[in-house]
């Protein structure tokens, strides 16, 4: 099993819909998550941060579930530019070793 | 301030051949590391070093050597490519707010 496991996609929504990413993690020791945005061809960037109390920002929501091991990203009112790879990112215990989902790729169409 | 560079941008080889892949950075950031990413399968980790003088093995370290030269210097190293190592390969450090940044990747091609 895949420490960090993410929704395979394609996900092909229109524009101004709200699509839902999910993330499970197999450490249950891991102490920060975080979603990472990458566009074609381009290195991978933080988007954010998710936090135990879950945490917004503007359109995007991430949420933690910590006793089922999962992760969400939320994001509203889809836009053209939102159309990337979204990564699942889980940093273990003991050092500094983040372990990246396959990611989510999402197309956004007029 | 450029962050994570890394260089070659592109490399070709011919199976058996050796190169080095360079990484630096200018944040003062203690922790660094490689990755390589392939279709389907996300990013690797390859090696990565805590701080200057140490360096550890990551998921897939099979077929590469790493260097710390210092604090703003790691270097990755293939000493026999094969044709399986034909990848991106991204470079990146650790800040302490957890931010990882990443270099703008090298895409490695081995013929």
């Known amino acids: 099993r895949k420490e960090v496991e993410q929704d395979p996609g394609p996900f092909n929504v229109p524009e101004g819909a709200t699509v839902a990413f999910n993330c499970t993690y197999s450490?249950?020791?891991?102490?920060?998550f975080f979603w990472y945005r990458q566009d074609c061809r381009k290195e991978p960037k933080l988007l954010m941060s998710?936090?135990?109390s879950g945490n917004e920002d503007g359109r995007f929501t991430a949420q933690l579930n910590r006793a089922s091991q999962y992760i969400s990203l939320l994001i509203r009112d889809s836009k053209l530019s939102d159309s990337a790879t979204y990564l699942c990112?889980?940093?273990?215990?003991?050092?500094?070793?983040?372990?990246f989902g396959a990611g989510t790729r999402l197309a956004v169409h007029p | 301030n450029a962050g994570v560079t890394q260089t070659p941008k592109f490399q070709v080889l011919k199976t058996g051949q050796s190169m080095t892949l360079q990484c630096a950075q200018d944040?003062?950031?203690?922790?660094m590391y490689w990755y390589r990413q392939d279709p389907g399968m996300g990013l690797r980790l390859i090696y990565y070093?805590?701080?200057?003088?140490?360096?550890d093995k990551g998921e897939v370290p099979n077929g590469y050597n790493v260097s710390r030269l210092n604090k703003r210097e790691f270097s990755l190293r293939l000493e026999s490519a094969a044709p399986s190592q034909t990848s991106v390969y991204f470079c990146?450090?650790?800040?302490?707010?957890?931010?990882?940044?990443f270099g703008a990747g090298s895409r490695l091609t081995v013929l």
């Open positions: 990112v889980v940093k273990g215990d003991g050092y500094n070793k983040l372990i």
């Open positions: 450490n249950s020791a891991s102490q920060s």
């Open positions: 998710v936090y135990s």
């Open positions: 944040m003062n950031h203690n922790s």
């Open positions: 070093s805590a701080s200057e003088g140490t360096t």
């Open positions: 990146a450090s650790f800040s302490q707010a957890n931010v990882l940044t």
